[in-house]
C-alpha cells in the first residue's frame, strides 16, 4: 500500500494549464461552506422570532452545523483519495445545495436544525476535496500562493458572514432576511457544480478497487462526535457534567487507533495511516490548527453579540463593523502564502503576534469606551484593532496549511486535509464553545437598557476576547518553538 508519509513529488511533472481558474471555482465552493459557519451568527435573532427558536434551539443552529462538518472531512479526505476528488466534491456541492435550500424553506426550528446538520455533512465533503486538489494540480514552489487563495476563502468567509448576513437581513427584512442567508447558497452552489464539472480534471482514482475502511470509519465518527457533542451542547446547557461524555469519546477514539494499528492496516486499507503523525511539521501544524481556531473563530461570534446586545446595533451595522476584521484576512492571506516558502514559520510567529495585539486592543477599547461614548463612536474606535487581527489571523491559516502539508504524499493529500480540517473544526467548536460560555456568564444581570447595559456588554466582551489571547498565546509558543526546530523555509 502507497504511504501517505513521503515527500510530495518534484516539480517536474505535467501541470495543467487551467489549474489556477479551477483553484478559483474550488475556493468559491470552499467560501460558501465555510460562510455558513458564521453568516448565521448575525441571523439568530431574525430566526428566533421568525420561527419561534428558543435559546438552545438557536445554539444548535450554529453547533449543529459546526458539529457535523468535525465529523466527515478525514472520511471525506480517504473517500477523495481512492474515488476521485472531482467526484466526491461534486458530490458534496450538490448536497449541500439541496441542503440549503432546505433550512431557507425551513417551517419549524427542528427542520432548520436537522437541514444545518446535513449542510455540514455535505460540507465537511467538500473541503479535503480542494486541499487534495491544491495538492494534485500544483507543484511544490506553486502551493504556498494556491494554499494562500484558499486562505483568504477561509478568513474572508470567517469574518465577512456577519457582513453578508447583516445585508441580506437588510434586503429581505425581519421575516425573509435569514431565509435568504442560506437561499443565496443556490445559485452560487450551482454555478460552482457546473464549473468545476467543466473545469476539474479527472484522472482516474488511485486504487478503485480499495473498499472503505466501514469499522474505522464507524469508530472515527462516533469518537469525533462524542467529543465535541459535549462541547457544542455546554454552550448550550452549561452543565459541566456533559464533560463526562468525553471519556467514552476518548475510549472510542483509541479504540480507533488500535484498529488502525492493527487489522485496519493488516487488511490494507486503513481510513488513515497513522504513519502520518510521524511528520513532525503535519503533526505540529496539526496542533497549531486547534489552538488557533480555538482563537479565532469565536471573536467574530461575541464581537455580535456584543454590538447588537449591548449596543444596539442592526445586524447589517454590526456586519460592517466587523467588516475591518475581513479586510485584514483578505490583504493578509495571500501575503502569507508567498512568504511561507522563503521565511518559514517565521510567518506564523509574526502573524500570530499581530492577532494577539489586535484582539488584546479590541478588549481594552471596548472595556474602557463601552458606556462611556456613543455606541457609534465605539465602533469606529474598535475597526483598526479589528483589522491588525483581521492581518493576523489571515496570514496564520495560509501559512499552516502549506507548511502542515508540504512533506504529506500528494496521493493522500485529501485525507491529510481532512485530519487537517477536522483539527480546526474542533477547534471552532471549543472557542465558539468557552469564549461565549465566558460571554455570557459575564454579561449575567446585566442592567436593561442605556450606559449601564452598554457597559456590562463591553466587559463581557473584554472577557470572552481574554479566552481567545490565552488560545493564541498557546498557539504562539508552539509556532516559536518550530522556529527555533527548523531553519528559515524548512
Known amino acids: 500500500m502507497p504511504t501517505v508519509t513521503s515527500t510530495a513529488p518534484e516539480d517536474t511533472e505535467q501541470l495543467d494549464p487551467r489549474r489556477w481558474v479551477a483553484l478559483g471555482v474550488c475556493v468559491s465552493a470552499l467560501f460558501m461552506t465555510l460562510l455558513d459557519v458564521s453568516i448565521v451568527t448575525v441571523a439568530l435573532p431574525s430566526i428566533g422570532a421568525s420561527t419561534g427558536a428558543g435559546p438552545s434551539e438557536l445554539q444548535w443552529v450554529v453547533s449543529g452545523y459546526a458539529l457535523a462538518f468535525g465529523m466527515v472531512p478525514i472520511i471525506g479526505g480517504r473517500l477523495g483519495d481512492d474515488r476521485g476528488r472531482r467526484r466526491v466534491l461534486l458530490i458534496g456541492i450538490a448536497a449541500f445545495v439541496v441542503c440549503s435550500a432546505l433550512v431557507g424553506l425551513a417551517p419549524t426550528p427542528g ?37 494562500g487563495t484558499i486562505g483568504a476563502a477561509v478568513g474572508i468567509a470567517t469574518a465577512a458572514g456577519p ?65 465535541l457533542f459535549p462541547v457544542v451542547q455546554y454552550d448550550a446547557d452549561h452543565d459541566l457534567r456533559l464533560a463526562l461524555l468525553l471519556l467514552p469519546a476518548l475510549a472510542v477514539l483509541a479504540g480507533f487507533v488500535g484498529w488502525e494499528r492493527g487489522p485496519g492496516r493488516r487488511r490494507g486499507y486503513p481510513l488513515v495511516d497513522l504513519a502520518l503523525f510521524r511528520i513532525r511539521s503535519f503533526t505540529d501544524g496539526t496542533v497549531l490548527a486547534v489552538l488557533f481556531f480555538c482563537a479565532y473563530t469565536g471573536t467574530p461570534l461575541v464581537l455580535a453579540l456584543f454590538l447588537q446586545e449591548g449596543l444596539g446595533y442592526s445586524p447589517l451595522q454590526s456586519g460592517l463593523t466587523a467588516s475591518s476584521y475581513a479586510v485584514g484576512a483578505a490583504l493578509s492571506a495571500p501575503v502569507g502564502g508567498r512568504l511561507v516558502a522563503r521565511l518559514g514559520q517565521r510567518v506564523l510567529v509574526v502573524a500570530l503576534g499581530l492577532f494577539l495585539v489586535g484582539v488584546a486592543a479590541a478588549a481594552v477599547l471596548a472595556l474602557a469606551l463601552a458606556g462611556d461614548v456613543e455606541p457609534g463612536t465605539v465602533a469606529v474606535a474598535m475597526a483598526p484593532a479589528l483589522l491588525v487581527a483581521g492581518l493576523g489571523g489571515g496570514s496564520v491559516i495560509t501559512p499552516n496549511q502549506a507548511l502542515s502539508l508540504a512533506e504529506v504524499d500528494v496521493r493522500g493529500g485529501s485525507t491529510a486535509g481532512g485530519v487537517l480540517q477536522t483539527a480546526q473544526r474542533f477547534g471552532n467548536a471549543v472557542g465558539a464553545a468557552v469564549i461565549t460560555a465566558v460571554f455570557y456568564a459575564s454579561v449575567s444581570g446585566a442592567a436593561a437598557g442605556g450606559a449601564g447595559r452598554q457597559a456590562d456588554y463591553g466587559r463581557a466582551y473584554a472577557s470572552g476576547l481574554t479566552v481567545s489571547v490565552v488560545f493564541a498565546v498557546a498557539a504562539l509558543v508552539l509556532a516559536v518553538r518550530d522556529v527555533h526546530r527548523r531553519p528559515a523555509g524548512g
Open 111 to 147: 427542520v432548520l436544525i436537522a437541514g444545518r446538520v446535513l449542510q455540514g455533512l455535505a460540507g465537511g465533503l467538500v473541503n479535503p476535496q480542494v486541499s487534495g486538489l491544491v495538492q494534485q494540480l500544483f507543484p511544490q514552489r506553486e502551493r504556498g500562493r494556491a494554499f
Open 163 to 227: 457582513v453578508v448576513g447583516g445585508a441580506l437581513i437588510a434586503l429581505g427584512g425581519p421575516e425573509h432576511g435569514w431565509r435568504l442567508c442560506f437561499l443565496v447558497n443556490v445559485p452560487v452552489g450551482l454555478l460552482a457544480l457546473v464549473l468545476c464539472a467543466r473545469l476539474l480534471p479527472s484522472p482516474p482514482p488511485r486504487d478503485t478497487s480499495r473498499p472503505l475502511d466501514l469499522p474505522g470509519a464507524a469508530l472515527l465518527a462516533v469518537g469525533v462526535l462524542g467529543l
